[in-house]
């Protein structure tokens, strides 16, 4: 790519773009469809996790006149560690994360560098599907669109979450913040809270957080992450998270909450949030259980 005659090019000039992907083609699309949000940022980081797709990605990005550099690990090392190499080699002040499954627009870019530059340590943005849900899906109401990974849009106040997560790196690399790994994806396992654990510790160092009102961003949400055995796994691993966290019972309460929010009729509201709790609460007594059994086998091997 030639180089930038006119810094005044670079709309974002101290905001860098961040993605952690196992599946390189879906960068490409993602690089196709929002190259003009990602040419307006000083430089866009991929981390690919396991996987080998350097040359595909740097020709679209000499394509598209996108500042590109691509890492890759030999081996799968989750989510929450590519995340942490992303922050560590940061080469400016903000770090926006993108799912490699969001689509984003200039705009949506802008408000975040804007939030950033009005004194927001932490931005995020409601992430929405690009469909609607099938009427045959009866087992997903609104109050299940948290396990889909976008926003339920009953929330009046949603959070920063991971498929669109700017942060201040330089505040994170000066409080020593990092995602945990423990609650980062890796392969098929689906644990999560890295994103809201981190977006936590940035808080209680004194970051400020900010949801951009508009515009919304699209997670181009996997049809097969629609079908009801998913959904109940995907709760499954958010109880099994939430021992990891250590907020058992807060994060069971918060579930129920969840859940119950959403416009159907009382009878399959209740029936869902019950399904769906007793979900999260099996995978909390799995990991209860796992714990025991790794705390056991230690004690047995050095006592």
């Not at 679209?60 to 942490?84: F, K, P």
């Not at 890796?186 to 994103?195: F, R």
């Not at 049809?223 to 995907?234: E, Q």
């Amino acid at each position: 790519m030639p180089p930038l005659t006119n810094k005044e090019e670079i709309e974002c000039r101290d905001l860098s773009i961040g993605i952690c992907s196992t599946t390189p083609q879906r960068v490409v699309r993602q690089m196709s469809r929002s190259y003009d949000a990602f040419s307006s940022v000083a430089r866009v980081q991929v981390v690919l996790d396991g996987c080998d797709g350097t040359a595909s990605l740097q020709r679209i990005g000499e394509l598209r006149r996108i500042r590109l550099t691509v890492e890759q690990n030999r081996e799968q090392r989750g989510l929450s560690h590519c995340r942490n190499t992303l922050l560590a080699q940061c080469p400016t002040r903000y770090l926006l994360f993108l799912d490699d499954d969001v689509e984003v627009c200039r705009l949506a870019v802008r408000a975040a560098y804007h939030a950033f530059q009005q004194g927001a340590q932490v931005v995020g943005a409601r992430l929405i599907m690009p469909y609607r849900i099938p009427s045959r899906a009866r087992h997903i109401t609104e109050g299940q669109y948290h396990y889909l990974g976008v926003h339920n849009p009953l929330d009046p106040t949603p959070k920063a979450w991971g498929a669109f997560l700017g942060v201040d790196a330089a505040l994170a690399a000066e409080r020593n913040l990092c995602f945990r790994e423990d609650l980062g994806r890796l392969g098929g396992a689906l644990q999560c809270g890295d994103d809201t654990t981190f977006v936590e510790a940035m808080k209680r160092e004194g970051a400020k957080e900010v949801v951009i009102p508009r515009p919304a961003v699209i997670h181009r949400v996997r049809p097969s992450r629609l079908r009801f055995p998913y959904l109940l796994r995907r709760a499954w691993w958010q109880g099994r998270s939430e021992v990891r966290r250590r907020r058992v019972f807060p994060g069971i309460i918060k579930e129920i909450r969840r859940n119950l929010l959403c416009t159907c009729g009382l009878s399959r509201k209740v029936l869902l949030a019950s399904c769906y709790t007793t979900a999260v609460a099996l995978g909390v007594g799995t990991e209860w259980m796992l714990s025991l059994v790794k705390r056991n086998d230690t004690d047995n091997r050095f006592g």
